[in-house]
Every structure is written in C-alpha cells, then in structure tokens.
C-alpha cells in the first residue's frame, strides 16, 4: 500500500523555460527613462534615469541646468542607481538634447501625462 499524493512530482520540470530566455521579459535596462512628477500646485518634477555608465552624470546635469535655465540635482536611488531631477517638465527638451548628442531615439523612453 503507497501514498501516491506524497510522491514528489513536479509537472514543469521537463518544459525548461516557455519563453526561450533570449532576454528578460519587461526588462528596462537598456532604456532611458524620461518621467514627470507633480509635486504641489503647478509644480512638477522632470526625472532622467537609465542613462550609460560612459556618460558624466554631473557634467550632463550642468549642461542640462545651463541650457534649459532651471535647476536640478543629482539623487542616489537603490533601483534605479543615479537620477538626474530638475525642475519644471523638461522632457522634450531633455529628449531632444539626448538625441544631438547621439543617443538613438528607439531607446528613450518619455513618460508622463
């Protein structure tokens, strides 16, 4: 007499992975990310994340605070790494400041209202 209920069985073993794990599926890692945030009233925050190691954050951020007369910091998040903040909504500005630099445009990503 055996307990068939407590054989150990696992239905997916022999299936592998669905998906072919060419690469993670969702995955953001090879985006920048460009995102608004309201703060109070009509204030709102431009965020700018994802950017490549090669790049100067701090110089960037200069640039940036130069050519579009706001202002910005430079925030140490635990996802997402380094985050450029400034003030106003900035996105196509920044977008378009990315892609004269030479940034292909297919991987920046604009988020927002």
């Known amino acids: ?3 068939q209920n407590l054989n150990t069985f696992d239905p997916f ?3 592998g992975d669905p998906l072919g794990s060419t690469q993670d599926v969702g995955s953001q890692q090879n985006y920048i990310h460009i995102r608004i945030q309201q703060r109070n009233g009509r204030k ?3 965020t700018l994340q994802g950017l490549p190691k090669e790049y100067d954050l701090k110089k960037l951020l200069k640039a940036f605070k130069k050519e579009f007369a706001c202002n910005g910091t430079l925030v140490d998040d635990e996802e997402a790494g380094q985050v450029i903040q400034l003030q106003g909504d900035q996105r196509l500005k920044i977008s378009q400041f990315l892609v004269q630099e030479g940034i292909p445009k297919g991987t920046i990503k604009v988020h927002g209202f």
């Open 44 to 46: 709102t925050l431009t």
């Open 1 to 3: 007499m055996s307990v």
């Open 13 to 15: 073993a022999d299936e």
